[in-house]
């Protein structure tokens, strides 16, 4: 479920940290509007899971890696590099649920996995940083 690349652009790995801020930045305006009942915390949720997506994607094309899925794409992250695989899995899960099978979810589904995603956000983007 990999393809291996040839090189790393560092250009295009520029971009998608930038996206996945742009993401994060989007999610944290539209969150301050909402009460916590509000369906636009499925958006808020996408938004977020794009941007960790992002990173995860833009960090592992330093390993010349691009994966098939976003599972496996997750996997390997966390096999290589002690992410926790249950907080991916989970968040996976949610944007899928909600892309694909109608499946809402809450602000208390965000309010589980914040502090973790913030966490892996700034490590992540260092890690990106430091190899820039």
Known sequence: ?????????????????RI????????????KELDDESIEWNSV??????????LTEAFLRFDFVKSANHQCLFAYLCEKYAYEFRFFETMRKKR??????????????????????YTYVRKLQKNIEERL
């Open 96 to 117: 899928n649920g909600i892309n694909y099978y109608g499946t809402a979810v809450q602000h208390t589904d965000w309010q589980h996995i914040e502090e973790q995603f």
């Open 45 to 54: 949720y996408k938004l977020y899971y794009d941007a960790i997506h992002e």
């Open 1 to 17: 479920m990999f393809v291996a690349l040839e090189e790393v652009d560092k250009e295009k790995i520029q971009s998608m940290v």
């Open 20 to 31: 996945a801020a742009g993401d994060i930045s989007a999610a944290e305006r539209l969150k």
